[in-house]
């Protein structure tokens, strides 16, 4: 019998196997895809690139312990992302920034609306949108509602079929007005991406002998929650249980379905070197997807072709497309708190993961709410 059951190998799920395991705990990971890594998988695909399937990963941390532990599995390449849209046939560079206010407004204009965000805001400083929409200054409100039409809007209805005033304000300060010219898409100290890609990293981190990894699993069919006890193919569990899937789906959808959104990630062939000019080039105001991945601009490598990626965002269905962000809406998390209680009930079970605590977790995030999930149960 093992002393811990996880359910789901992506980040959650693997820093905890590993951690475990490392402390001398047998572990049995049971994943229900073919592959570990959960949205972080990657592969060579038959271009010869090496392609994000579940939409673009860009690790970037300030955690300098998550950096370094991560560190043990992997090579890293120092990259940076940038982020272009396209508004009205020209490319910007995004989060929109002084550079883009140049690029955008004649030569005097651009300077008056500079000296305004500087005389309000100190430099190299964020301001999310919904903040900016609110200044009294003219100036600033015109900044606003052109940033505002121009790339949050229509993004953000697509992304998420809901206006930005209706998602939580942390979705959108996401991308936020950036008064400097830093141009990168993050601004954090360390950022890379795994030399040899995401999938190397979960395998290497999960080759230990104490942790046995399921593929190909669905939980459903070896466990269940009965009252307050795990059941694990029909016997009380009394290890502990770490669950990152979904919790509707553990306690079978019982205060109702929680809804996610999907996207439809359609893979490309162009028979050209080089497809853009950036590795990612959003599209807010037109067309059904929301952004083109190049992913060469990645992972560089000499091809005579390129691959691309359209993401086109959709709703979720269980069992139908993949479950990647929680829809922030109050309905939504009430219910949600409903089915958190109902774990807390549970004195052997353990959720951790974006979609276990429904939470909007980037990979760094998640690894260091793991790290310390793992610190406060070892003893
Ligand atoms: N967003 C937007 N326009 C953009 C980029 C982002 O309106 O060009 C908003 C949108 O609501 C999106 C959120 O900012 O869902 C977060 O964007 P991010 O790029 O961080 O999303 P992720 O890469 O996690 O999908």
Request: proline residues 5%.
């Amino acid at each position: 019998m093992f002393d811990v059951i996880i359910v789901g190998a992506g980040f959650a799920g693997a820093v905890m196997a590993e951690r475990l395991a490392a402390h001398d705990h047998s572990v049995l990971l049971i994943e229900r895809r073919f592959h570990v890594g959960g949205n972080c998988f990657d592969e060579i695909d038959g271009n010869g690139v090496l392609v994000h399937r579940y939409g673009p990963h860009l690790f970037h941390t300030d955690d300098e312990e998550v950096w370094r532990y991560l560190s043990r599995f992997t090579d890293w390449r120092v990259y940076h992302h940038r982020v272009l849209a396209m508004i009205d046939g020209q490319t910007l560079p995004i989060p929109f920034n002084l550079n883009t206010l140049h690029a955008v407004f004649p030569p005097s204009m651009a300077e008056r609306l500079e000296e305004a965000l500087l005389n309000r805001y100190d430099y190299n400083t964020k301001v999310p949108i919904l903040k900016l929409k609110q200044s009294t200054d003219k100036d600033l409100r015109f900044i606003a509602d052109f940033v505002y039409e121009k790339i949050f809007l229509h993004y953000t209805q697509k992304q998420w079929g809901l206006d930005p005033e209706n998602i939580e304000g942390a979705v959108t300060a996401r991308v936020p007005v950036f008064v400097g010219r830093d141009d990168r898409y993050f601004n954090d100290r360390f950022q890379a991406v795994p030399t040899k890609g995401y999938t190397q990293l979960f395998n290497r981190m999960l080759r230990r002998d104490k942790i046995k990894l399921m593929l190909n699993t669905d939980f459903n069919d070896v466990l269940r929650v009965d009252g307050d006890q795990i059941l694990f193919l029909d016997q009380p569990f009394e290890g502990k249980l770490i669950f990152t899937g979904q919790l509707d789906d553990l306690f079978n959808d019982q205060f109702g379905a929680l809804p996610y959104r999907s996207v439809d990630m359609k893979f490309e062939t162009v028979e050209t070197e080089s497809y853009q000019p950036a590795a990612t080039v959003n599209y807010p105001n037109n067309y059904d997807f929301t952004r083109i991945t190049e992913f060469k601009k990645i992972h560089p490598v000499k091809t005579p072709s390129t691959t691309i990626l359209k993401e086109y965002p959709q709703d979720y269905e269980r069992g139908v497309n993949t479950p990647y962000y929680p829809i922030f809406t109050d309905d939504n998390k009430a219910r949600f708190d409903q089915y958190a209680q109902k774990a807390a009930q549970i004195k052997n079970l353990i959720t951790v993961g974006r979609l276990a605590e429904y939470r909007y977790y980037d990979m760094d995030d998640i690894v260091r709410r793991a790290l310390d999930v793992f610190n406060s149960i070892k003893g």
